[in-house]
């Protein structure tokens, strides 16, 4: 234990963070990229709620992951039909 927090804790929070800044600051600048760098702080979401329990976790990470993907892919379609 790691200042009193499991190291899943400290570890998901680093990851969410950094995966937060890559989604908001990519790289290249298109859509795929952003699409690929919204796992990150999804994974390091896990992470975070693995720290409480393996079951909320899990529901998490797929509610999320489907949730942001769908999201996502909606904003391009939009933006495409409108270009």
Request: no cysteine; charged share 10%.
């Amino acid at each position: 234990m790691i200042f009193g927090y499991a190291p899943e804790f400290i570890v998901g929070l680093f990851i969410l963070v950094a995966g937060t800044i890559a989604v908001a600051f990519p790289r290249p600048k298109n859509y795929l990229t952003r699409l690929i760098n919204l796992e990150i702080p999804g994974f390091g979401l896990l992470l975070l709620m693995l720290s409480y329990n393996e079951a909320l976790a899990l529901f998490t990470f797929g509610a999320i992951s489907v949730l942001s993907t769908f999201i996502y892919v909606r904003v391009i379609q939009k933006r495409e039909a409108a270009a």
